[in-house]
């Protein structure tokens, strides 16, 4: 049953690395064998597409909502939002705060009635019936708990502790920890085989995957030569013979072969890369990436050889990030992180065919073919819905414009100001300034006055993943000036995170992990 929750906060600057899904298999691609392996659908029944229906559900974690967004795809309306905790930044400070905070990772069980939803501040993973939206359990795992995916019998709930060296494996009928797998520094998302006998882990700290057996969950010979050190997320290919594995900081795509363990390309995509999706249909097979930083998702074709990018889908919002299928693999659902909405494409044409609009600051993405009742929508609220966020100007010292997209590099100076709980968050990232330097960022209004936001430092790249504040924001646009060299302490802290870790303190700014 439940257990006890622990919110664990962190008074910060500079937000780490940022930002999106928990893989899982979906009905769409089968429901694999129970862990024993002895039982094997007929491939061809596990592999049939099941058309969109009003009995689907779309399913978003709302990482600055704390909800998870309810979606019928057969309509593309929001039915609602399950709530699991307040607005940031909400009564989060009080002591007797229960809720949870930094909903980000979903998973779907085997056989679709469970919905895994992971929230990386509170540390903890709830079990959600898909049939009544009610919480079934809510466990405390490791600190910093990312993103996993439930064995193939569905009993069982494997996550990745971004904060540890662990895995947590989660009792997903009961709730509670059964046992915690060590699997080195900075684990970051769990993948199964689809035969359900190997789970997968990347890191955000070497640049290798753990490979461990299901069954004894003993950790075997890592597969080792990715093209980065940070990898934010993973996805594994329906067969079971490839992943493609992202390096969100590092603009780059590791291709795995799962057959002889080893790295076949790495691919060079673009800024905040993430989330890469499989997606047979009759069109072919393909994977999806999307780029946050250049507002698009990238369309490759999985070929013999090397991958073949077919085009590059323009999102109809900020910040694309998690994605997900339908059962017949005829849509693709892409998370607008800094747009609060969800994006349908059309994999046909691969042309963005409607906008839904979503929970606050979408992460994971997720699913599901015939769980419920067409137009039912028991147990829903509003909460996050109808406060979207919208990005605003920024000016950089220089005098030009920081946030013109250029199509390699992104845009320099992001702003996004969205309503939480009665004040705005204006949350910054930056790419290609001054590197170890501290901005003072400024709301100004259209008759110039300046009003200060907050200060941040760069990383030796010149780089700040993201930085947030929380305040009544009355301007029209953002400028930042040079305030200085960024102190001995602040340049140790970045070195130290690497990715998420070891902030510099100040008293305005919390520490929510966007680090998928």
Request: charged share 20%; glycine share 10%.
């Amino acid at each position: 049953m439940p257990s006890a929750r622990r919110a664990t906060w962190m008074l910060v600057a500079t937000l780490g690395v940022g930002a999106g899904g928990l893989a899982a298999t979906s009905m769409a691609q089968a429901e694999p064998a129970a862990m024993t392996g002895t039982v094997q659908a007929d491939d061809a029944a596990r592999h049939r597409p099941i058309p969109v229906s009003g009995r689907d559900r779309l399913y978003t974690a709302d990482q600055s909502s704390n909800t998870v967004s309810v979606i019928d795809p057969s309509t593309n309306r929001t039915l609602g939002t399950i709530a699991l905790g307040d607005q940031r930044v909400g009564s989060a400070f009080s002591p007797q705060y229960g809720g949870d905070s930094g909903v980000h990772g979903l998973a779907i069980s085997p056989d679709q009635r469970r919905l895994a939803v992971v929230s990386v501040s509170s540390n903890t993973v709830h079990m959600i019936d898909t049939r009544t939206n009610k919480v079934l359990s809510t466990t405390d795992v490791g600190r910093a708990a990312h993103e996993g995916s439930f064995s193939a019998d569905g009993k069982q709930f494997w996550v990745a502790n971004r904060g540890r060296d662990t895995v947590s494996v989660v009792d997903a009928v009961h709730g509670g920890v059964v046992a915690d797998v060590r699997v080195g520094e900075g684990p970051s998302k769990v993948l199964m085989s689809p035969d359900g006998r190997t789970a997968y882990v990347n890191h955000t700290s070497k640049s290798e995957i753990t490979v461990i057996d299901v069954r004894s969950r003993k950790v075997g010979k890592p597969i080792t030569g990715l093209g980065a050190t940070f990898s934010s997320d993973q996805a594994i290919s329906p067969d079971g013979k490839r992943i493609w594995v992202s390096h969100k900081r590092d603009g780059k795509t590791t291709v795995v072969d799962l057959d002889r363990k080893e790295v076949v390309t790495v691919l060079r995509t673009g800024p905040d890369t993430n989330h890469p999706q499989f997606v047979d249909n009759r069109q072919g097979k393909f994977v999806y990436l999307t780029m946050g930083g250049l507002d698009q998702t990238w369309v490759y074709k999985r070929t013999a050889g090397a991958p073949e990018l077919v085009t590059k889908v323009r999102n109809g919002g900020h910040a694309p990030h998690g994605a997900w299928a339908s059962g017949d693999g005829s849509r693709l659902y892409i998370g607008l992180e800094k747009s609060d909405a969800v994006d349908v494409i059309d994999t046909a044409t691969h042309t963005v065919v409607d906008t839904i609009a979503t929970g606050q600051e979408p992460q994971a993405i997720v699913y599901a073919t015939r769980v419920a009742h067409p137009g039912s929508a028991s147990n829903l609220g509003r909460q996050g819905l109808g406060q979207q966020a919208h990005n605003v100007p920024t000016l950089l010292p220089d005098g030009t414009a920081g946030d013109t997209l250029d199509p390699v590099k992104g845009r320099v100076l992001e702003a996004t100001v969205r309503p939480v709980s009665g004040l705005d968050m204006i949350q910054l990232q930056a790419r290609g300034l001054k590197p170890d330097t501290v901005y003072q960022a400024y709301a100004v209004t259209a008759d110039g006055e300046k009003t200060p936001v907050r200060s941040f430092p760069t990383d030796k790249n010149g780089t700040t993943p993201m930085a947030l504040s929380f305040s009544a924001f009355e301007g029209d646009s953002i400028s930042i000036e040079v305030k200085g060299e960024a102190t001995p302490v602040q340049k140790a802290a970045f070195a130290a995170q690497g990715s998420m870790h070891g902030h510099d303190v100040k008293t305005a700014d919390l520490l929510y992990c966007d680090c998928c």
